[in-house]
Nanobody, 124 residues
Framework: VQLQAFGGGLVQAGGSLRLSCAAS????????MGWFRQAPGKEREFVAA????????HYADSVKGRFTISRDNAKNTVYLQMNSLEAEDTAIYYC??????????????????WGQGTLVTVSS
């Protein structure tokens, strides 16, 4: 599976953005998907994850209630809707795929596939 993330940009605090991660390959629907981010000078961290069916989602505490992860298996795409953005949300956002949903929430190491990042900058 090859992943390509896009949709980042510059937004004012309080604004919204929607990130997309498009996957190639015939087995997208077999994978749980996750979004991660890495701010300057910080380690990459978990943001959100979704099961292969879309029926189960997990969020980092810092984004609960503001971000929503979803997927469209017919379009081989996973989304991250980000509302009420804060300056602290500024980071490069990455998507990842793994057969293990729980693993996506626990670690950034050893995941099956990663996409390239897309930069989100929130101005205060």
């Amino acid at each position: 599976v090859q992943l390509q993330a896009f949709g980042g940009g510059l937004v004012q605090a309080g604004g919204s953005l929607r990130l997309s991660c498009a996957a190639s390959g015939h087995t997208f629907s077999s994978y749980a998907m996750g979004w991660f981010r890495q701010a300057p000078g910080k380690e990459r961290e978990f943001v959100a994850a979704i099961s292969w069916s879309g029926g189960t989602t997990h969020y980092a505490d810092s984004v609960k209630g503001r971000f929503t992860i979803s997927r469209d298996n017919a379009k081989n795409t996973v989304y991250l809707q980000m509302n009420s953005l804060e300056a602290e949300d500024t980071a490069i956002y990455y998507c990842a795929a793994d057969t293990n949903l729980k693993l996506l929430t626990l670690t950034t190491q050893g995941l099956n596939f990663w996409g390239q990042g897309t930069l989100v900058t929130v101005s205060s």
